[in-house]
């Protein structure tokens, strides 16, 4: 069985600090968006967590994360489903939905 780097099938990741010290986002926000299921955070290792860079526009969240993770729980299969095209969005992603606000869209595409 061969292993995957979790940066080989989700992109470019970064832990908190990486994240407070270059985005800004200080830990307890991104700690608080964690707990409420408003960001996806991938667990690496034994307890560590890291955030797909991808999901962040203007230092937040793409609207639509917390929605979704209520309907796939699972942040990987979230974040897997989220950045492959899909065929109910005509070949685009639903993460590059939600960028452009379009949450009803990629909801009733997830369902």
Do not use: C
Not at 1 to 14: F, R
Not at 37 to 47: D, F, M, P, T, Y
């Amino acid at each position: 069985l061969q292993s995957v780097l979790i940066e080989d099938w989700a992109g470019e990741v970064a832990g908190s600090t990486y994240l407070e010290e270059n985005f800004r986002i200080p830990r307890s926000t991104l700690h608080r968006w964690q707990r409420r299921n408003e960001v996806i955070a991938l667990r690496k290792g034994g307890r560590k967590h890291v955030f797909p860079l991808a999901q962040f526009v203007d230092g937040r969240p793409a609207a639509g994360i917390r929605e979704l993770l209520a309907v796939i729980a699972n942040p990987r299969l979230a974040w897997f489903w989220l950045t492959r095209p899909s065929p109910d969005l005509d070949g685009r992603t639903p993460l590059e939905m939600l960028k452009h606000d379009r949450v009803r869209e990629v909801m009733l595409a997830a369902r």
